[in-house]
């Protein structure tokens, strides 16, 4: 070899001598975090020692698992400070997002990596305020209230009055308004924000008989659109009576295979490619990825999430957008949504209420991917 290739040869060995250790160093420092991360994860569970002193119930899950891990316990009755209320809670209601008790191991790292860190489940609730901390202002006890925040599955919640509270409206229910927070701000986040929707657009909703999806036909209505909801055959009569103005039954006709073409489609399943989704967009239409179909990890999430990444890459290259996003509470959202529900724009559907005793019941019918609405749970 020449004298000049050979230093050229030296060096580039040199390169990759030194870029498979610095790999390795990785591999071997993240491995070593993972397993000390892994054995050093505990939570109240590990703690916790003699009975609560003023004992009320709760869901509490000190392992991941199925809905069988979860028990109803009794935990020690919180006390609000200066900023808080203590909300005694009426109903919870379920979400997907409940089934991570599973622990599914890519979002570990911050759920806790052997056990979860957080031991109580439940983000939706409604009930009254029972007592004020000295600065609040803003509500009083008696006062009936609907929000989220996280470990709603319990009797009794304090919460800061800043966060996702709103007084529930008096032509709800608490099982109703408990329904409300996450699915409808989710439909509300992702029609309004991310689909940038507009009276006279078509909208089509797919998923729409599910918890998510019976909030987004209504929020769509609400905003003068023409909504079209994918259903199967037994709730295209609810999605209808919901105000849907068509109804596709996806057991008999695939939706991206039709001539209507769309302004926005608010995709709850995300069980098409983007070519197929694509061909039903106008030119400058918009799909919202808000789901990926079914709850919880299910089979098949990877598939569609990879296939979402695949179409929000590929729409950097086309005229219309395809984006995702994760709802995030806030308290002007939720006073709209109190406000649908006054107005009689929005009512929550509910598929079936279950009491607090029967959690793991309830997010076993969740788990099946086929719920009718929302799921409540009543807590007396
Ligand atoms: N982006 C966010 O921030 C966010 C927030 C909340 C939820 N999500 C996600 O949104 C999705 C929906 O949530 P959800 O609370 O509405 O779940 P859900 O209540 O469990 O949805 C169940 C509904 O999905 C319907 N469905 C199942 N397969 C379908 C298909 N192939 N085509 C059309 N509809 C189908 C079912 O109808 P049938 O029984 O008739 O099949 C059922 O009514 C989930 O993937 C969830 O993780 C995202």
Redesign the pocket.
């Known amino acids: 070899m020449e004298g000049a290739s050979l230093v050229k040869y030296m060096k580039i060995k040199r390169i990759l001598k030194w870029s498979a250790r610095a790999i390795l160093v990785a591999l071997i420092l993240t491995f070593l975090w993972g397993f000390i991360a892994y054995w050093r994860s505990t939570n109240d569970c590990d703690r916790k020692t003699g009975a609560p002193a003023n004992p009320v119930k709760a869901i509490v899950h000190c392992e991941y698992g199925g809905p069988e891990v979860l028990t109803l316990a009794d935990v020690e009755k919180p006390v609000p400070n200066d900023n808080q209320l203590l909300v005694k809670v009426r109903a919870a209601s379920l979400?997907?997002?409940d089934l991570t008790i599973r622990g599914p191991w890519l979002i570990r790292p911050i759920l806790g990596m052997r056990k979860p860190k957080d031991t109580r489940l439940g983000v939706d609730y409604a009930g009254t305020v029972e007592a004020v901390g000295k600065n609040v202002t803003q509500f009083k006890p008696g006062d009936e209230v609907f929000g989220g925040t996280n470990g709603a599955l319990a009797e009794y919640l304090c919460v800061r009055p800043d966060r996702a509270v709103t007084l529930k409206p008096a032509n709800m229910t608490f099982e109703q308004a408990a329904a409300v927070p996450?699915?409808a701000i989710?439909a509300l986040q992702?029609l309004r924000d991310k689909g940038k929707i507009k009276p006279g657009q078509k909208v089509l909703i797919?998923?729409?008989?599910?918890?998510?999806?019976t909030f987004a036909v209504q929020i769509a209505k609400s905003f003068g659109t023409e909504v079209t909801g994918?259903?199967?055959t037994?709730?295209l009569d609810m999605v209808r009576s919901i105000g849907a103005d068509h109804v596709i039954d996806?057991t008999k006709e695939d939706f991206t295979k039709t001539d209507q073409r769309y302004d926005l489609i608010f995709d709850?399943?995300g069980?098409h490619s983007f070519s197929e989704r694509r061909r039903i967009l106008n030119p400058n239409g918009i799909c919202v990825m808000?789901?990926?179909?079914?709850?919880g990890w299910h089979d098949g999430i990877v598939t569609a999430l990879v296939g979402e990444l695949n179409a929000y890459v590929g729409s950097w290259f086309v005229s219309q957008r395809f984006l995702a996003?994760?709802?995030s509470f806030n308290k002007p959202d939720m006073a709209i949504l109190g406000d649908l529900m006054r107005d009689g724009k929005m009512t929550p559907v509910i598929d079936k209420t279950y009491k607090l005793s029967d959690v793991q019941a309830a997010l076993t019918y969740?788990e099946t991917?086929?719920?009718?609405g929302k799921v409540v749970i009543t807590v007396d």
């Open positions: 979400n997907p997002l996450v699915a989710t992702g797919n998923g729409a008989s599910g918890g998510v999806g994918v259903c199967s037994r709730n996806y709850l399943v069980n808000a789901g990926a179909g079914g709850a996003y994760i709802s969740l991917g086929h719920a009718r």
